[in-house]
């Protein structure tokens, strides 16, 4: 029995009057060509997420002081398991890039399949979008409930404004999606450009590692800080002066940039006073002084930093789909 | 109609030109044989007229104005490129699916009839077919998308012997079947015959002869006699290509007028193996019949 499909009446009338072919079915040929892939790489996730998942019930349920010392405290596990997420967690965007976007598209042209894949009824873009997309908002889900997790995981474990360190930060939810897209995207792009897969995957590691370093070396001044003064300075015989470490993280205090000391009226004190005896110092009723980022703004950070990676994510992408129109197959 | 139109149609790569100059206008309703030895432009043709390569001067329409890798080119026409390159990760049954999903028209039943009549099996990875059993895969695809027009690059190129025999014959069946049109490409001279209607020859680039198979043999005879091509009455024939030996010389020529023979030389009709391999050993010959086509933007093409 021989059946055409769609039926001949449902989508043409008159002559040769169709639609474009559907999107659910285009993912559903994504699914089927990437499967092996996508599959190793959430088994992967899901590995670390269930590591996370017992040390982080085993650490949070030990009812003693992570950083106590004594024969019963779990310092040990926290640290092996802290460090090994550190690792981890931020090279997982480089591998989404490295094995999930690189190969995505130079793959297709370096065994020819494109050739196939482009002279089909779903057209280039179609494709493109069909395959990329669906993969990116698995990524993103994955990289988001990572992120969710490993917050859970550091939870009551460290204080928050450790949250805002340039490590933890990009492993926040938001951050953390808006790298794994990044990551991806790029990973596809540079396989559009090169058009073979293992340059393609060179390519992908050295820029991404390049962008995570930039990162993790960037400061994050997406709003210009705040100035507060903290606690009054204790000096020490020797002249040199502190402060204590409850005052660091005062209320509202997320990230500090700086502290220095300063006169009642913020101004800050010059080199040469900093040379004052201690005696003066309490005299003039010097204090510290910190130029800090509210713990408030976390939310607003991640949000602006997810936002700039999308619109580059989305930039990446768009630059993919005009070498895919322009280019040979 | 014609199915492919191209007018002064150029592509380069870096500084090679693969192809250039092409004015050619295919009529519907042919086995048209595109041939041409290695590097010839054949490839860059199709993919020019599938869309997938854009040309880097000139003009090109398929399916009468058609631009090509519009949607509606893409719906009509099917390709099977050359070395038909499919998912070999995939099983059969798969590729039929991920087939299935990417285009607008499909005719499962075919599908799986065909590759059951050739006992295809479906659960069988693509990339464990033999290369015969591949070619007849993809054919399969290209077909079950029911196109108006079929593009075939090199399909015979990979096959063995008897496989090349099953797949032009499946390929004639389905033909006849659909009144499909069919543009296939070949440096494989010896089966034209038997299948192709239509024939185009490229060289170097460049196009050397098109129109139907009966009339260009019919405008060609080998002449054998004593003397070298110099004897022949140019206002007869036209040589194509001469080959001498001592005792006697074999010409192919082009005959300029539709009646009677040359004194002096013995003639033969002209198979179409030796009307392609003489034009092919002669670059400068050409024999297009004058195909008119139009300028862009301008109605379609009549063929001559």
């Given amino acids: 029995m021989t059946a055409l499909w769609p039926a001949a009446g449902s989508h043409e009338s008159g002559a040769g009057r169709f639609g474009p072919v559907r999107w659910r079915r285009l993912v559903s040929v994504t699914v089927r060509q990437h499967k092996s892939a996508l599959a190793a790489y959430v088994a992967f996730a899901v590995i670390v997420a269930a590591a996370m998942a017992v040390t982080g019930l085993i650490l949070h349920g030990s009812g003693t002081d992570v950083f106590s010392a004594g024969p019963h405290s779990p310092w040990r596990l926290y640290d092996v398991t802290s460090t090994s997420l550190r690792l981890v967690l931020p090279l997982m965007p480089v591998l989404a890039g490295l094995f999930l976007g690189a190969p995505l598209v130079a793959r297709e042209i370096e065994a020819g399949t494109a050739r196939f894949a482009w002279a089909q009824g779903a057209g280039r873009s179609r494709w493109l979008l069909a395959t990329v997309v669906p993969v990116a908002l698995i990524l993103v889900v994955i990289a988001a409930g990572l992120g969710l997790e490993f917050r859970w995981w550091m939870n009551s474990l460290l204080p928050p404004d450790r949250y805002w360190t340039a490590g933890l930060f990009t492993l926040n939810p938001l951050p953390f999606a808006g790298w794994m897209l990044a990551g991806f995207s790029l990973g596809v792009m540079l396989g559009a450009a090169i058009r073979r897969t293992v340059p393609a995957m060179a390519g992908t590691l050295v820029c991404c590692l390049t962008g995570m370093y930039l990162a993790l070396m960037w400061q994050r001044s997406y709003l210009p800080p705040l100035r507060q003064a903290a606690a009054q300075p204790t000096f020490s015989a020797s002249g040199g002066y502190g402060w204590s470490v409850s005052s660091r993280s005062g209320p509202g205090v997320g990230q500090i940039i700086r502290s220095a000391l300063g006169w009642p009226d913020g101004r800050l004190l010059t080199d040469s006073q900093l040379h004052h005896p201690a005696a003066w110092f309490r005299a003039h009723h010097i204090q510290i002084w910190l130029t800090y980022q509210p713990g408030s703004r976390l939310w607003l950070f991640e949000c602006i930093e997810f936002g700039w990676l999308a619109v580059l994510s989305a930039l990446l992408i768009g630059g993919t789909v005009l070498l895919i129109r322009r280019g040979a197959s | ?304």
């Fill in chain 2, 1 to 304: 109609m014609n199915i492919i139109e191209s007018c002064e149609l150029g592509r380069r790569f870096g500084r090679t030109w693969a192809l250039r100059d092409c004015t050619l206008a295919v009529p519907a309703g042919h086995v048209v044989a595109l041939v041409g030895p290695n590097g010839a432009g054949k490839t860059t043709l199709l993919n020019l007229a599938v869309g997938l390569l854009r040309p880097t001067c000139g003009h090109m329409s398929v399916l009468a104005g058609e631009l090509p890798g519009s949607p509606t080119a893409r719906r009509s026409i099917g390709f099977v490129a050359q070395d038909a390159p499919l998912y070999g990760h995939l099983s059969v049954a798969d590729m039929l699916l991920v087939a299935r999903n990417m285009n607008l028209t499909w005719d499962d039943g075919r599908a799986r009839t065909r590759l059951a009549e050739l006992a295809i099996p479906p659960d069988r990875k693509v990339r464990n077919l033999s290369g015969g059993q591949k070619a007849q895969l993809a054919l399969t695809i290209a077909v079950a998308k029911r196109p108006e027009v079929l593009i075939l690059d090199e399909p015979l190129a990979t096959l063995d012997p008897l496989a090349r025999h099953d797949f032009t014959s499946s390929l004639m069946v389905t033909v006849a079947e659909d009144d499909l049109s069919v543009v296939f490409s070949s440096h494989v001279v010896s089966e034209l015959e038997r299948i192709a209607d239509y024939l185009v020859v490229l060289n170097n680039g460049q196009l050397q002869i098109a129109g139907e198979v009966e009339s260009l043999l019919a405008g060609h005879q080998i002449l054998t006699g004593r003397g070298g091509e110099q004897f022949l009455d140019s206002h007869q024939v036209s040589v194509v290509h001469a080959l001498e030996a001592e005792a006697q010389t074999h010409v192919l020529v082009r005959m300029l007028a539709s009646e009677g023979g040359v004194p002096g030389w013995q003639s033969q009709p002209a198979r179409l193996e030796d009307l392609v391999l003489s034009y092919l050993r002669e670059p400068g010959a050409r024999m297009l019949p004058g195909p008119t086509v139009a300028a862009p933007g301008d109605s379609p093409a009549v063929p001559a």
